[in-house]
C-alpha cells in the first residue's frame, strides 16, 4: 500500500465556487475545469501535473494499492471519483484528523501553523477568474509552487498525526469520505420537485388565508399588511405590538462584532428578539388567548420552517447531476461531542421521522438490486447514563429486555412492574397515559431539565398539558428516585471546576484535566479556554457565576450539560467502533455504509445478502465493547426498499 499526497487546483470566480454552491453542483458543473495537481508517492519530491501529464499520471496510478491523503479528500476524492472514476482502496484525510484531535477550526493553514510547520504561502488569489491554460508565466510559477506547498505541509500533517490515530477512527474517516465520493442511495427527482411544489402551494395559499383573517381583525389599524411582516423581525415585531403583544425577549452573550466593534462590555448580556423557532417565549404565543396572534405565530414558524421544501429541491438537483443518486456530505467530528454533523449544504441527520410526512425519507431508495438495511443502537443515551451514573437496577432492566419505561415509572412513582406492565399490555388508558409519563422521563430528565421545559415535553409524549405543579412534582420524583443521575449533574460540575483550575482528578471512569475530559473510549472532550467568571445578568441586575468555553465562539457549560456531552459522545463511540466492525467484517466491496445518523446505521446491501447481514450486524451491536464492562447494549434493525420505510 503506497500513500498518495495529492491536491487538486481548479477555476474558481466570484460566483463558480465552494463558497457559493455545494460541491457536488461545483465538481459537476459546467464551468468545472482543473488547472492540474500536485502529487507526491510517500517521500518522493513533489510534483506538479496539468493537461495530459495529469491525466497519464492518473491513469498509470494502482488505485486499490493507494492511501489517498488530502486535506479535504472528499473534495479531491470526489473529483477522482465523478470525473475520473478512480477510487482508492483507503481515504485518509488530514484535516478529519484534525477535527479528531482539536476543537475548532481545521483549515490548512491553521493546523499546520498549530503544529509548527509554517503556514499556506500566496498564488492562489492571481488565479481567480482566470481559465485554465491562459495563467501568465509568473502568475503559474507562484500558483504551482502555491500547491506543491500545500501538499507539502499536508504530508508533514499526516506524519506528526498518523501514528496517533486509533484504527477505529482512521476507519471512520474512511467510511465518511466514501458516503460522499461513492454515494449509493438512489432518488427520486421528480417525486421530490411534485412534493416541493405542492409545499410551496400549500405554504402560499396558508399565507393568503393568515393575511385576509388579519386585515379582518385588524380593520380600522394603522397597519400595512404584507407577506413579508411574516419573515422580516421588524415588521413581525410590529405586528405583535399592534395585535397587544410585548414581544418576548431573551439574554445572549455580545457577539464578537458587538464586543470589537461596538464597544459593548463582554460581561453583560444583550437583550434581544425572541422570535426563532426554537425560542420558548416564542412558542409560548401558540397558546394566547387571541386567535389572530396564534395564528400570525403559526405563519411566522410556517415561513420559517421551509426546511422540507429546501431538501427536496437540493435532493432533486444534485441527484440529477450525479445520474440518480446522491452524495452524502458529513463532516466527521463534526460536534464538539465528535458526532458526525451535515455540511454541504445537506443533513441527512434530522430527516423528519414522526408523523405522517416521510416524504424525504422515502425519497431516498436503494438501488437496483439492493436493499437498505438500517440498524440502530436501542435506547443507547439512557443506557450509556445509567451506566455512567451507576443506576444498576436500570441496567438490569435493560440487560433482561424489561420495558424501561415502565421500570423507571416504578423507580419514580412507586408502581409494580408485573401490574403496569399488565395494564399497559391491556390497552388500558391510565396505564397507557402512565407510560407514556415515564417515557418522558426517561427521554427528557436525564439532562437535568426544569419543570417548565418539561411541560411542553409532556405534552409532546402525551397530548396532555400539565400544570406547572405536576411537572415540578414529577421533576422531584425522579431526581429523588435516580438519585446516580442527579450525582452524576453535581460530578460535571466538579469536573468543570477541575478544567478551570487546571486540575486532575479520576471520576466515572473518566479522567479529567485541564481543558479536557478523557472518556473510557479513549476518545476525549475537549474545552478549549474554558474559564468562569462573574456576570451580571441585564435585565435583573443579578450577578452569577457562569462558565464559557470556546476558541472561537463563546459557548456556556454546567454540570448537566457536561453529562449531555459526556453521554453523546460517548454513545458516539460505541457507534463507531460498531460501524468500524461492520465495514470489515461484514460488508462486500460493492456493499456500503451509506450514512451514519447518531445512533443509527443506514446499509446498501445486496438483496441476496440481507437476512445474513442483518444476523451479523446484530451480533456486532449487541456486543459490549471492550472499555464498557457492564454496559447492555441491544440494536433494532429493519430492511427496506426506501429509508423511510425500513425506519
Not at 479531491?76 to 477550526?105: C, H, K, V
Not at 485554465?132 to 500558483?143: A, C, D, K, M, Q
Not at 474517516?173 to 417525486?191: E, G, H, K, N, Y
Not at 478549549?528 to 435585565?539: E, G, L, M, Q
Request: hydrophobic share 40%; glycine share 8%; proline share 4%.
Amino acid at each position: 500500500m503506497r500513500d498518495l499526497f495529492l491536491d487538486f487546483e481548479t477555476y474558481y470566480d466570484s460566483a463558480y465556487s465552494l463558497r457559493k454552491m455545494t460541491m457536488t453542483e461545483y465538481i459537476l458543473g459546467d464551468k468545472f475545469a482543473i488547472h492540474g495537481v500536485a502529487a507526491a508517492f510517500d517521500d518522493e519530491p513533489i510534483q506538479w501535473y496539468a493537461g495530459e501529464k495529469m491525466n497519464d499520471f492518473l491513469a498509470d496510478i494502482d488505485w486499490a494499492n493507494t492511501n489517498l491523503i488530502c486535506h479535504n479528500t472528499v473534495f479531491d476524492g470526489a473529483i477522482l471519483s465523478f470525473i475520473y472514476q478512480y477510487t482508492p482502496s483507503i481515504y485518509s484525510d488530514t484535516m478529519s484528523m484534525a477535527n479528531y484531535f482539536w476543537e475548532g477550526r481545521a483549515g490548512l493553514d491553521v493546523v499546520a501553523k498549530r503544529l509548527g510547520i509554517g503556514g499556506k504561502t500566496d498564488g492562489l488569489e492571481a488565479t481567480k477568474g482566470v481559465k485554465v491554460g491562459e495563467l501568465s508565466p509568473e502568475v503559474e510559477r507562484e500558483f504551482i509552487a502555491y500547491a506543491i506547498n500545500d501538499v507539502d505541509k499536508t504530508r508533514k500533517i499526516y506524519q506528526l498525526l498518523s501514528e496517533h490515530l486509533p484504527h477505529r477512527e482512521r476507519r471512520l474517516i474512511d467510511i465518511t469520505i466514501r458516503m460522499f465520493t461513492q454515494p449509493s442511495l438512489t432518488v427520486d427527482s421528480d417525486a421530490l420537485d411534485e412534493y416541493a411544489n405542492g409545499l410551496t402551494s400549500a405554504l402560499s395559499d396558508q399565507r393568503e388565508d393568515t393575511l385576509h383573517a388579519l386585515e379582518k381583525g385588524l380593520a380600522g389599524e394603522d397597519f400595512y399588511l404584507h407577506e413579508k411582516v411574516f419573515s422580516s423581525n421588524k415588521r413581525f415585531v410590529e405586528l405583535l405590538e399592534v395585535l397587544g403583544v410585548e414581544p418576548p425577549t431573551k439574554l445572549r452573550a455580545p457577539t464578537k462584532t458587538e464586543k470589537e466593534k461596538k464597544g459593548f462590555d463582554p460581561d453583560v448580556m444583550v437583550e434581544v428578539y425572541a422570535l426563532g423557532k426554537s425560542d420558548e417565549g416564542f412558542l409560548a404565543l401558540l397558546e394566547h388567548d387571541s386567535p389572530l396572534v396564534r395564528t400570525a405565530v403559526e405563519q411566522r414558524l410556517a415561513e420559517k420552517s421551509r426546511i422540507n421544501e429546501t431538501r427536496a429541491r437540493r435532493f432533486a438537483t444534485i441527484s440529477r447531476m450525479t445520474g440518480g443518486v446522491l452524495p452524502v456530505p458529513l463532516k466527521y467530528c463534526g460536534a464538539s461531542t465528535m458526532r458526525w454533523t451535515g455540511q454541504d449544504s445537506i443533513n441527512l441527520q434530522n430527516l423528519p421521522s414522526r408523523g405522517k410526512d416521510k416524504t424525504l425519507r422515502k425519497s431516498l431508495q436503494a438501488p437496483k438490486g439492493y436493499r437498505l438495511v438500517v440498524a440502530d443502537l436501542s435506547q443507547i443515551e439512557p443506557r450509556v447514563l445509567a451506566w455512567f451514573a451507576g443506576e444498576y437496577e436500570l441496567l438490569d432492566s435493560f440487560a433482561s429486555g424489561k420495558d424501561i419505561y415502565i421500570t423507571m415509572h416504578g423507580k419514580v412513582f412507586g408502581s409494580d412492574y408485573d401490574e403496569m406492565l399488565a395494564g399497559y399490555k391491556a390497552s388500558d388508558p391510565y396505564w397507557s397515559m402512565r407510560r407514556n409519563i415515564a417515557k418522558a422521563v426517561v427521554l427528557g430528565l436525564g439532562y437535568g431539565m426544569g419543570a417548565k421545559n418539561f411541560i411542553t415535553y409532556l405534552k409532546n409524549m402525551t397530548k396532555q398539558v400539565f400544570a406547572l405543579p405536576e411537572a415540578e412534582e414529577i421533576v422531584r420524583a425522579y431526581r429523588a428516585g435516580v438519585p446516580g443521575v442527579s450525582g452524576f449533574w453535581r460530578a460535571g460540575d466538579e469536573m468543570i471546576q477541575v478544567m478551570v483550575n487546571s486540575g486532575y482528578w479520576e471520576t466515572h471512569g473518566m479522567l479529567i484535566q485541564r481543558n479536557k475530559i478523557v472518556l473510557p473510549s479513549g476518545n476525549w472532550l475537549e474545552y478549549p479556554n474554558i474559564r468562569s467568571y462573574k456576570v451580571r445578568d441585564a435585565k435583573t441586575g443579578r450577578i452569577k457565576t457562569e462558565t464559557r468555553w470556546g476558541q472561537y465562539g463563546e459557548r456556556y457549560t454546567y454540570g448537566a450539560l457536561q453529562v449531555e456531552n459526556i453521554v453523546q459522545a460517548f454513545a458516539r463511540d460505541v457507534m463507531g467502533e460498531m460501524a468500524a466492525q461492520i465495514y470489515e467484517q461484514v460488508l462486500l466491496p460493492d456493499e456500503r455504509i451509506a450514512n451514519l445518523v447518531h445512533d443509527e446505521a443506514v446499509m446498501v446491501i445486496r438483496e441476496d445478502r440481507v437476512d445474513e447481514v442483518k444476523q451479523q450486524v446484530r451480533r456486532i451491536m449487541s456486543t459490549t465493547p471492550d472499555y464498557a464492562p457492564g454496559l447492555p447494549v441491544d440494536c433494532s434493525i429493519d430492511d427496506a426498499l426506501t429509508y423511510g420505510d425500513a425506519k
